[in-house]
């Protein structure tokens, strides 16, 4: 029993039915309900039905959000330790068909990197890579969480889908969360967007949280890139991984993210367009559809729309990134997986925090947990 | 009014009204808030504080006469990592008070209740001065006066949802059975809701949400000590009964006293 088996009772055209088919009673409805709401709830909400109601939902996003996690935001920051990669992933700039130069971290620059983050204040740190089993293989990550134990908070990582085994190894290395976006839930665009590499497997892709769930790990997030197919049935997908999920592995806490498809090497403009308008409503219908839920925002996003999303649901925010190995100390363009579109420093973007009236959380972990 | 402390432990406290410190818009807000409720006792979450470093923004803003540092082990999911957090904090924090919150459900943090009377049966023999937090559960409270809790800390709703007090037929009987002192906790998000619980006759209220999220915390969390207050006087001023209707007439027993 997976999240596979129940993925396999819907159909992506169904679950298109589901949303398109929603009117304005549904919304009000779901907007009303007390008490916990469901996944026709969840598709009321990020229907086309729903958008005269914008301004409701982002009010009842931004009390729910301060009811559970108060006036604060947590901030953390990614760590790219390397761009090998040996999948084709036709939206990312380490995609192996990308003639770019590749890196991989050595402990000497891992620490440089370290010093650089820590002068910051940065607890809370990401850790990425591609997909390449030889250099950032699971006892290269091993090796990396032991380094960086004694310096933060707390450790979490976005790489390649891995076995439980492999989560159990790295948990007992300080690993305490871990991001796996299922991309897209379409299965057949998916092969489209993964011709090559590992990757390419949708199932096993798929059952990745349960895999972590079993493992024992304290914070799963997901999501689904924005850009690649419609956002309101890939992301109702979500919304039914995370009632599963929850379900099944209730001791693990979960975050989502909204991964807006940004200009990379080899990768020029999304399938889809995702308006600043239809972000607003998927970040304020996944609120309202679970108040718990911790919802992340990065740096693909631009400053301003950065500044006004912070009241309407977000809970954790990056600052300072940079998204090429080693790009805090020798920041080399030619190696980013990404552009980003906010170069504030962390401590500009604490101060936006601060002028808005939240505290900016640093430390929200520890490692004797 | 003659004095009416409360002991929890060893310490004495003259308010009833404890503070959490957590969802505050900036640290300077959650101080202004600690002092105008009077508060002497506020809740640290141990996963938010710098154990390891002295200059600890959130320790350094309730550093304030009289108020006294209740570290929570929030995020601990069994006995055994609450112990070590425990140990932890009493070494960095120089406290033997403990919070004890052991929550394996990272969605509603309800406590686990077969943890929180494992944790609680060692703690005690280390000369900690345990508060734990429980479901409102009369017979847990029991076992974990009996295993040396200090006072047990039963929710009124789950934390952080303001709902007032849900379990308030649970939590008469435990005030009414328990020979440590009864701290609500979780759920209260009125000052009304802290005056219920008081006139019930809880020996004390732990707050944090309502004030933290009021639209003026400070201007709350005055509100707050009031209530306290209020609900304190009115229990033991005995509150009359309640009556559904006006005892006018006796028709089935008039006839006693008539000649």
Redesign the interface.
């Known amino acids: 029993m997976s999240f596979l088996n129940q993925f396999q009772q819907h159909s992506w055209q169904g679950m298109t039915d589901r949303i398109y088919n929603k009117n304005e009673t549904d919304v009000e409805m779901a907007l009303a309900k007390q008490g916990i709401r469901d996944l026709d709830d969840f598709c009321a909400l990020v229907s086309p039905a729903a958008t005269p109601y914008l301004e409701l939902m982002a009010q009842k996003s931004h009390d729910l959000t301060?009811?559970?996690?108060?006036?604060?935001t947590q901030l953390y920051i990614p760590l790219y330790l390397s761009n090998e990669c040996h999948n084709i992933c036709t939206y990312c700039g380490f995609s192996v068909d990308n003639k770019i130069k590749r890196l991989t971290l050595n402990h000497e620059q891992i620490m440089a990197e370290v010093e650089e983050i820590k002068s910051h204040g940065f607890e809370h740190l990401l850790l990425v890579t591609g997909e390449a089993n030889r250099t950032v293989g699971v006892d290269y990550l091993s090796q990396v969480c032991d380094w960086l134990r004694p310096h933060f908070?707390s450790i979490s990582l976005e790489v390649q889908a891995l076995e439980q085994e492999d989560y159990e190894q790295l948990i007992n290395h300080g690993l305490n969360s871990v991001m796996i976006y299922q991309e897209t839930y379409h299965q057949t665009n998916y092969q489209q967007y993964h011709p090559k590499g590992k990757k390419r497997n949708f199932e096993y892709r798929l059952d990745t949280p349960d895999r972590l769930g079993k493992a024992g790990i304290?914070?799963i997030g997901l999501g689904a890139l924005l850009g690649l197919e419609d956002w309101r049935v890939d992301s109702s997908f979500v919304a039914l991984h995370l009632a599963y999920l929850?379900r099944q592995y209730?001791?693990?806490?979960y975050s989502i993210s909204l991964p807006r498809l940004r200009p990379a090497e080899g990768f020029q403009s999304p399938n889809v367009d995702v308006s600043d308008r239809d972000f607003v409503q998927l970040i304020t219908a996944y609120r309202i559809y679970n108040e718990?839920v911790e919802i992340s925002l990065s740096t693909r996003e631009n400053q301003q729309f950065r500044d006004q999303l912070l009241k309407l649901g977000i809970t954790t925010m990056s600052a300072g990134s940079k998204t090429d190995p080693g790009g805090y100390t020798m920041n080399d363009k030619t190696l980013e997986q990404f552009e980003i579109d906010d170069d504030r420093t962390p401590k500009e973007v604490a101060a936006m925090i601060?002028a808005q009236?939240?505290?900016p959380?640093w430390?929200?972990?520890?490692t004797?947990? | 009014m003659k004095t009416d402390s409360l002991t929890i432990g060893d310490r004495e406290f003259t308010s009833r009204l404890f503070l959490g410190t957590?969802?505050?818009?900036?640290?300077q807000l959650m101080h202004d808030a600690v002092v105008a409720a009077n508060s002497e006792l506020v809740t640290v979450?141990?996963?938010?504080?710098?154990?390891q470093e002295q200059k600890d923004d959130v320790i350094a803003h309730l550093d304030i006469p009289n108020v006294k540092l209740l570290p929570n082990t929030s995020?601990?999911?069994t006995a055994k990592?609450a112990v070590?957090?425990a140990q932890?904090a009493r070494e960095s924090l120089q406290t033997n008070l403990l919070k004890l919150e052991i929550h394996?459900?990272?969605?509603?943090l309800l406590p686990d209740p077969i943890e929180t009377l494992k944790a609680t049966e060692i703690l005690a023999k280390e000369d900690f001065i345990i508060l734990p937090y429980i479901n409102a559960d009369p017979v847990l409270c029991k076992r974990l006066e009996d295993v040396g809790a200090a006072a047990v800390m039963p929710l009124g709703a789950p934390i952080?949802?303001?709902q007032g007090l849900q379990t308030k037929a649970m939590l008469e009987i435990i005030i009414e059975q328990s020979n440590v002192p009864v701290v609500v906790d979780a759920g209260i998000g009125a000052p009304s809701h802290a005056a219920e619980a008081m006139e019930m006759g809880a020996d004390a209220v732990l707050v944090n949400?309502a004030i933290?999220?009021a639209g003026d915390p400070v201007a709350m969390s005055e509100a707050f000590k009031l209530a306290t207050i209020s609900g304190r006087m009115a229990f033991h001023a005995r509150i009359g009964a309640k009556n559904k209707q006006a005892q006018a007439s006796s028709p089935l027993t008039a006839f006693l006293t008539q000649a």
Do not use: M
């Open positions: 301060r009811k559970r996690f108060g006036n604060t908070s304290h914070r929850q209730w001791q693990t806490k718990n601060k009236g939240f505290e959380v430390k929200d972990w520890d004797i947990l | 957590g969802k505050f818009g900036s640290n979450a141990l996963r938010r504080v710098h154990l995020g601990v999911r990592e070590l957090s932890l394996p459900d990272p969605r509603y952080g949802t303001n949400t933290a999220i």
